[in-house]
């Protein structure tokens, strides 16, 4: 079971993936950037982090759903340093 995701025993490892590459390309075309670029900032925030406790249900709303959240953390990060 390493390295898939599960909800309720039932594997979402495709639904995941598919939500991943759309909230990464919703932050490369919102903020420009590559998708490297794009991909590892939301792989190192705590949106995505909180994506992958499965429990939570967060991976069934929609991407875009998704990347307001990784924003609204952006914005309390920026918020955070002044």
């Known amino acids: 079971m390493e390295g898939k ?14 939500q991943i590459r759309d909230v990464i390309d919703i932050i490369k075309k919102k903020s420009n950037l ?15 982090k909180t994506l992958q406790d ?15 959240r990784f924003y609204e953390e952006q914005k309390q990060k920026e918020l955070q340093t002044l």
Request: glycine letters at 4%; one cysteine or more; charged letters at 15%.
């Open 5 to 18: 995701y599960f909800f309720n025993s039932k594997d979402i490892t495709m639904n995941m993936c598919i």
């Open 54 to 68: 499965t429990e939570n249900t967060l991976w069934a709303e929609s991407a875009g759903y998704i990347a307001d």
């Open 34 to 48: 590559a998708f490297p670029d794009a991909a590892g900032a939301f792989y190192h925030s705590q949106t995505y």
